[in-house]
């Protein structure tokens, strides 16, 4: 019997799981060498949020339904196939960023009204594959291949969409779907050293974590963001613009070293930034505020948020708060994401597919998700 993906329904994410809290979980060694033991016993290790809770002392719970992502799992080497994906009704590539709320809409609306196509989807969240995908039809995850996966739909800001543009590989006009509302300052809950921007000046070097220079468009948002919020809101009004300018390039070399390096246990920075937090390795890191949030939700307790904001002053530990949002600091950088189909030729099953999500994602129903995790519709 063949293998058909018309029958497998998966979801690669950026964090490898619905969850952020996964990906903070924690060597023995680090647990046991840093400040910070408090915090350990409230983080999340669930890898698979979707299955049963499993039960310690019924540990064949687990095999209701066959995973192999958790802990005792060799994940990366226990399973192996080419898998074709010609035929699955729906193939979207997305900047993983804004996830949880990709997530809730296929949970509450979508998959509910497209019963058929959650038995027969392949959607990445993962850093941005979607001209490569385009181009070879192909998704590697450990030993699985999928071929044939030219994406129908892809959601992306603009620098992703442009090259996809350039090369004649979308169709049709972007549709704007979702803006940011900047960054915030993650720092763990109860740490008052932090309650401004320009408190971050006096951190210790290397106390400050953020996107490695490898992941180009998060490192460079917020080295940006830095730069531009401390030359527009300089630590007296009366700072003169070259004073200004001086000032600023001091704190971003003062918090990314000269090489652009913070510090980090490496890609992707939706990992690394609590992670490094958390575990007591950093104090604090620019963080987007939606981003923040679902690291709170799934972190209680954990983490605190400080403002970078006009409209607003001080943190919260509150994820409800902090998706009320925030009107972001001159400086500190919003994005607008766009939805654009692609040249992709698909057959009747998979364009109803496709324009019903296009649907869903303009949706009043999408608008509410997006409120509740600190995102926005574009102005």
């Not at 408090?38 to 066959?66: A, C, G, H, K, M």
């Not at 080295?223 to 390039?249: C, G, Y």
Request: charged share 20%; proline share 7%; no cysteine.
């Amino acid at each position: 019997m063949g293998l058909g993906l018309s029958t497998i329904s998966i979801i690669i994410l950026a964090t490898n799981s619905s969850t952020i809290g996964t990906e903070l979980a924690m060597t023995s060694e680090s647990s046991t060498t840093n400040d910070n033991e408090e915090f350990t016993d409230v983080l999340s290790y669930d890898l698979d949020s979707w299955l049963p809770t499993e039960d310690p002392n019924d540990p064949s719970q687990r095999l209701s339904i066959p995973t192999l992502t958790q802990p005792f799992y060799n994940n990366v080497l226990d399973i192996r196939a080419t898998v074709p994906a010609s035929d699955v009704e729906l193939i979207l590539t997305v900047n993983g960023n804004w996830q949880s709320a990709l997530v809730k809409l296929l949970e509450e609306k979508y998959f509910v009204e497209n019963e058929s196509v959650k038995d027969s989807y392949l959607i990445t969240t993962s850093p941005p594959i979607a001209i490569h995908q385009m181009k070879s039809g192909l998704v590697k995850v450990g030993n699985v291949m999928y071929k044939n996966a030219q994406p129908h739909l892809m959601v992306a800001p603009p620098k992703e969409l442009i090259p996809m543009e350039e090369a004649n590989l979308t169709d049709g006009p972007r549709i704007p779907i979702i803006k940011t509302l900047g960054s915030v300052i993650l720092k763990r809950k109860g740490d008052d050293r932090i309650n401004t921007f320009w408190d971050l000046q006096n951190l210790k070097q290397g106390r400050f974590t953020s996107s490695h220079p490898a992941e180009g468009g998060s490192f460079v948002n917020y080295r940006t963001s830095v730069l531009n919020i401390a030359k527009s809101n300089p630590k007296s009004s009366t700072t003169p613009a070259d004073e200004a300018q001086f000032e600023a390039e001091q704190l971003v070399t003062h918090l990314f070293g000269q090489d652009g390096v913070t510090v980090g246990i490496g890609l992707p920075m939706h990992r690394s930034v609590p992670h490094m937090i958390a575990t007591g390795q950093a104090d604090a890191g620019f963080f987007l505020l939606h981003l923040a949030v679902f690291v709170m939700q799934n972190n209680p307790g954990v983490f605190e948020a400080v403002y970078v904001a006009s409209d607003k002053v001080g943190s919260t530990d509150d994820p409800k708060v902090l998706a009320e949002g925030q009107v972001p600091l001159d400086g500190n950088q919003p994005s607008t994401f766009f939805a654009i189909r692609t040249t992709t030729t698909v057959n009747p099953d998979q364009e109803r597919a496709r324009e019903n999500l296009l649907s869903d994602l303009q949706s009043e129903a999408f608008t509410s998700i997006l409120t509740r995790v600190g995102l926005r519709r574009p102005d």
